[in-house]
Nanobody, 126 residues
Framework: QVQLVESGGGLVQAGDSLRLSCAAS????????MGWFRQAPGKEREFVAA????????YYTDSVKGRFTISRDNAKNTVYLQMNSLKPEDTAAYYC???????????????????WGQGTQVAVSS
């Protein structure tokens, strides 16, 4: 089992950057594929980005391609989401999630993930 704790959210202006972090407990972090999701008020949770166990494969939703970068540091049991050129429509609660997978796998379906953090709020003003 793994516990996930997100941090790094905040209130920023359009065009600014933020880096979210998700710290995982346990010694088996490198056996999990990781994902970032977000949920705006009144909307369903949506996929943002995912990364494979080694970090060699990544996948993004179209609306964040070229602006967001997902990465991980397995030595620190941490996955990151670097968010640049933020837009008001990026405003949401951001969640990281983990699922144990084979090497090279990235997953965008939230129903496939077994573990979730509590979320960190990102608000982007225009």
């Amino acid at each position: 089992q793994v516990q996930l704790v997100e941090s790094g959210g905040g209130l920023v202006q359009a065009g600014d950057s933020l880096r979210l972090s998700c710290a995982a407990s346990g010694r088996t972090f490198s056996t999990y594929s990781m994902g970032w999701f977000r949920q705006a008020p009144g909307k369903e949770r949506e996929f943002v980005a995912a990364i494979s166990r080694s970090g060699g494969s990544t996948y993004y939703t179209d609306s964040v391609k070229g602006r967001f970068t997902i990465s991980r540091d397995n030595a620190k049991n941490t996955v990151y989401l670097q968010m640049n050129s933020l837009k008001p429509e990026d405003t949401a609660a951001y969640y990281c999630a983990a699922v144990r997978t084979s090497l090279g796998v990235v997953i965008s379906n939230p129903a496939s993930y077994d573990y979730w953090g509590q979320g960190t709020q990102v608000a982007v003003s225009s």
